[in-house]
């Protein structure tokens, strides 16, 4: 090889090494740049989570008490329902007792 070859092949390999150390240095900034916008959306979706088991928390209490008043008013209408069973009954009762 001659020292004009040799040269040049030195500078083939300085011109490569060159290019692959830009070409590291751009990966490591993209790679930094795609982390960013994942923990960006990591911590999104981590909120998002958070504000729809609140929402989940509140429609289940919502749910827990519209059933107890449900209940409890179901219960009041079939007590006052018995309750105008009875006095119908008694009014009944003493219809047929002055008949007789």
């Known amino acids: 090889m001659t020292p ?3 040269n040049r ?17 751009q990966y490591q ?3 930094k ?8 959306a990591s911590q999104q979706v981590i909120e998002l989570i958070s504000l729809q ?8 209490t919502f749910q ?3 059933l ?5 008013e179901a219960q009041e209408s079939h007590q006052r329902h018995e309750e105008a069973l009875a ?3 008694r009014i009944l009762g003493k219809l047929t007792d002055r008949k007789n």
């Open 68 to 72: 107890r008043d449900f209940r409890n």
């Open 53 to 60: 088991s609140r929402r989940l928390d509140r429609q289940e």
């Open 29 to 31: 900034e993209w790679t």
């Open 64 to 66: 827990q008490e519209f």
């Open 33 to 40: 740049g795609v982390l960013a916008q994942m923990a960006t």
């Open 4 to 6: 004009e070859e040799l």
């Open 9 to 25: 092949t030195i500078e083939f390999i300085i011109q490569s090494q060159a290019r692959l150390v830009v070409a590291q240095d």
């Open 87 to 89: 006095r119908l009954d």
